[in-house]
């Protein structure tokens, strides 16, 4: 358990008067025998203890010192922890509640089908292929067949290719998934995923910055933007 300012102050005290009753006790000593038997030299003697005490004591001294800063910058340091975990954890909640609201896409099925067109032609502008293969949800089949072709007339305008695009019936995209599409070679070597998921975690990642900026204020101890 972290000590306390008020508990490291107790320590001290208590480390200064243990060494400043043995130093007491040790001059003592050292007095009573260099005036029995070394009367001329005794004046010697006590200064050149007194130095070794007083150093002795400095070295102690420092090392408790030393003690107080390394737990206060422990203590700061895991302070610091617990803020960015909590901070984290407050995005994370927001990134999972907008995961949550990605069905309400789905349920709207005007807005659903524009997306759908555009996710699809985005992929095949990104794979620029003859032919290509198209996973999708079971349930979101015939949507995707009627924006399909709205999605290669657009790929065509874009980038003057035709393309030929096969809707995979065997294997779909897994049913707990909010939506979106797949799209591949035909050897299965290129893919772009393209699913809402997918979309969410792009645009998150580049908008974490800015949403922790805006959530907590701007880090000081940042010399450069993302």
Not at 32 to 38: G, P, R, V
Not at 116 to 137: D, P, T, V
Not at 153 to 173: F, S
Not at 195 to 213: D, F
Request: aromatic share 4%; proline share 2%.
């Amino acid at each position: 358990m972290a000590l306390s300012d008020q508990d490291v102050q107790k320590q001290i005290k208590h480390m200064i008067a243990f060494i400043d009753q043995e130093a007491r006790e040790k001059v003592d000593e050292i007095e009573t025998k260099a005036e029995e038997e070394f009367n001329i030299e005794k004046g010697r003697l006590v200064q050149q203890q007194r130095i070794k005490i007083m150093e002795y004591y400095e070295r102690k001294e420092k090392q408790v010192e030393l003690a107080k800063k390394i737990q206060n910058s422990n203590m700061l340091n895991a302070s610091r922890l617990k803020v960015l975990k909590a901070r984290e954890d407050h995005v994370s909640v927001l990134l999972d509640l907008a995961k949550e609201r990605l069905a309400s896409i789905t349920k709207d099925q005007p807005r659903y089908k524009s997306i759908l067109e555009g996710l699809i032609a985005q992929c095949l502008c990104q794979l620029n292929e003859k032919s290509l293969m198209l996973k999708c949800r079971k349930v979101d089949e015939g949507l995707v067949m009627e924006v399909l072709p709205a999605a290669v007339a657009t790929y065509k305008k874009l980038t003057g290719h035709e393309v030929t695009v096969k809707i995979d019936k065997e294997n779909y995209l897994p049913v707990d998934l909010t939506g979106g599409v797949e799209l591949q070679t035909l050897n299965g070597r290129i893919r772009v995923t393209n699913t809402l998921e997918k979309r969410l975690q792009s645009i998150s990642e580049q908008m974490v910055p800015e949403l922790r900026e805006t959530l907590f204020g701007k880090n000081p101890n940042r010399k450069f933007d993302d």
